[in-house]
């Protein structure tokens, strides 16, 4: 059997088959070249790997179109994605549904999609994208209104409002 390298991926499409055959070797999925990659579509669904480790801010998303399902249920996956140009994102419907991502990651995540840094490229936000999150937590309530009224994005399966991470006076 022939196993690919993710570090050399250059199709399309990285699917959940190659990525479980990649972790299941060891490799670090923090300097996988995503470059070229347009779909995401259920690459670390159910992934049982630990990536709490992993540093995915390298990565390079920008064409990535397709999200759909790419941290269903990921038991370990709790990351900052807020510096990923997600310009080409159409698609991220049940992206973190399940998965164990913290409040403080979500929100910095959120945060990072809801504005554009044309500093690193970055040139648009697509209109109406459903971000499926199923039951995880939040507390950037601001940022998901904001990413509601101005681009239609779609928060879909009721995402849980964390309201005790919020600091406040009378």
Known sequence: TLIVSMAQKTDADMTRSAV?????????????DVSRVT????????????????????????DASNCHRMF???NSIDADFGGWDIGSMTTATEMFTGSEISVANLDATLRGWAKIDTASGETNIHMNVDLGLG?????????????????SWLFSQSPTLDISAWAGSN
């Open 20 to 32: 479980e055959s990649s972790l299941a070797f060891q490799e670090d999925p923090s300097f996988w």
């Open 72 to 74: 269903y249920q990921s």
């Open 39 to 62: 779909s995401f579509e259920g690459s670390f669904d159910r992934n049982r790997h630990n990536l709490t480790d992993v540093d995915f801010s390298g990565w390079d998303v920008s």
């Open 135 to 151: 039951a995880v937590a939040y507390s950037a309530a601001t940022t998901l209104q904001y990413l509601s009224d101005t681009y």
